[in-house]
């Protein structure tokens, strides 16, 4: 079983669409975790952190659920911007960060 | 102020050969960590450089190896290189390493083995 896995996509969905993501990760005594994005051919960027209460940044909410290991990402009102891969990351503690594989998003006109 | 910077953008190898990529970190920074990005695939952690040691490694074998300098610049070394060694190299520098601090990763080096 793989450390951090992803919904494997691709998610293809319409400008003004609301898209979630998930994400399970396997180690219980993980202690930090974030929402990078992606675009391609480019190096990730952080998007957001994703703390126990769950937050938001503007159409942006994460929510952690520590008992069923479990992150989630949902975009609301999708721009033609918001296209890239999402990576679901996760900081196992001494020092060592595991990414998922990615989601891939394309918002479509 | 210059972000992660990595030298440089693409390399072609052949098997067998050795390579060495540098990575410069953004200022204030003082942690790098490595990572290895094949097509298709999220970053896999290689290691992680702080105070000029290895402090964390991941599941890469020793043909892999590091290097840091008292400035917080850091080389990676890959030698008896693979074709499966084809890849972005990302860098990724932050401070102290600290789980609650952002990365922030350079553009990569893009490595092709023939």
């Known amino acids: 079983r793989k450390e951090v896995e992803q919904d494997p996509g691709p998610f293809n969905v319409p400008e003004g669409a609301t898209v979630a993501f998930n994400c399970t990760y396997s180690n219980s005594a993980s202690q930090s975790f974030f929402w990078y994005r992606q675009d391609c051919r480019k190096e990730p960027k952080l998007l957001m952190s994703?703390?126990?209460s769950g937050n938001e940044d503007g159409r942006f909410t994460a929510q952690l659920n520590r008992a069923s290991q479990y992150i989630s990402l949902l975009i609301r009102d999708s721009k033609l911007s918001d296209s890239a891969t999402y990576l679901c990351v996760v900081y196992t503690g001494g020092f060592k960060t595991i990414f998922g594989a990615g989601t891939r998003l394309f918002v479509k006109a | 102020d210059a972000g992660v910077t990595q030298s440089p953008t693409h390399l072609i190898k052949t098997r067998g050969q050795q390579v060495t990529l540098r990575c410069s970190p953004k200022s204030g920074h003082d942690t790098v960590s490595w990572y290895q990005q094949a097509l298709g695939q999220g970053p896999q952690f290689i290691f992680q450089?702080?105070?000029?040691?290895?402090?964390q490694r991941g599941n890469f074998p020793d043909r892999f190896s590091g290097h840091q300098f008292p400035n917080y610049s850091s080389e990676l070394n890959v030698n008896a290189l693979l074709l499966g060694d084809s890849a972005l190299y990302l860098c990724a520098s932050s401070f102290r390493g600290e789980s609650y601090n952002e990365q922030f990763f350079g553009p990569g080096t893009r490595l092709t083995v023939l």
């Open positions: 994703v703390y126990s």
């Open positions: 450089y702080y105070e000029e040691e290895e402090r």
